[in-house]
């Protein structure tokens, strides 16, 4: 199995159906209050940075859509300064890549995106959703060499719960961190249960994972 197939099946058809909740845009409103945690228990700074990854349709519809949630988020970045790019990656996806120092205006305009393409009845092409922390060098959980360390809250719209996701390097991912984050957030957010679904969306090279 590829990494495609993998992604496929982790965030795809079959983890829907087995999901135990519905995914709803709303969810990602929890990132509003999670994110205040990182950074306060465990000094985990906003790198300023959320991703929407979602899969293309070749339909006249969907590019409309697609106009449209471009159009949404060109307004926002006039009232709030948060910007947004569209890009696909290597593996045939398509991610809305949004930066802004403001984590609430992160949240909200991540959250116009996702509802805009629920709303016209292409929730079913939404993948995920990214929020990126970096580890800070002091401070509550800081630890010796983890200092600049990038982690990731990521949504899954197939299961309607969030994971952590803690890569390292190539193809390596530190499940203890990982575990850490669960156990501080688990309540605060809605986590994923099965370890199975925590997909891990690899950085491209040395970036972030949509390239």
């Given at each position: 199995?590829?990494?495609?197939?993998?992604?496929?099946?982790?965030l795809g058809i079959s983890a829907e159906a087995d999901a135990t909740r519905a995914a709803s845009p709303e969810d990602l409103f929890g990132m509003s209050t999670a994110y205040m945690t990182m950074e306060a228990d465990l000094r985990y700074d906003s790198t300023g940075e959320a991703a929407l990854?979602?899969?293309?349709?070749?339909?006249?519809?969907?590019?409309?859509?697609?106009?449209?949630v471009e159009a949404i988020l060109d307004a926002g970045e006039i009232e709030t300064g948060t910007k947004a790019r569209f890009v696909g990656d290597s593996h045939g996806y398509q991610w809305v890549v949004l930066e802004d120092d403001d984590f609430e205006d992160l949240v909200t305009s991540i959250h116009f995106a996702a509802d805009t393409f629920?709303?016209?009845?292409?929730?079913?092409?939404?993948?995920?959703a990214l929020?990126?922390?970096?580890?800070?060098?002091?401070?509550?959980?800081?630890?010796?060499?983890?200092?600049?360390?990038?982690?990731?809250?990521?949504?899954s719209f197939r299961r309607g719960a969030y994971y952590p996701f803690?890569?390292?390097?190539?193809?390596?991912r530190d499940s203890s961190v990982e575990f850490k984050l669960e156990s501080l957030l688990d309540g605060e957010l809605t986590v994923e249960?099965?370890?199975?679904?925590?997909?891990?969306?690899?950085?491209?090279?040395?970036?972030?994972?949509?390239?």
């Open positions: 199995m590829g990494i495609f197939d993998s992604l496929r099946s982790a990854c979602f899969s293309n349709v070749d339909s006249t519809a969907f590019a409309e859509t697609m106009e449209e629920v709303e016209e009845g292409f929730g079913s092409r939404l993948l995920a929020f990126s922390f970096e580890k800070g060098s002091t401070g509550p959980g800081a630890g010796p060499g983890d200092a600049g360390q990038v982690v990731y809250w990521v949504y803690a890569p390292t390097g190539g193809h390596d249960a099965e370890k199975e679904y925590w997909y891990p969306l690899w950085p491209e090279g040395d970036g972030r994972p949509w390239g």
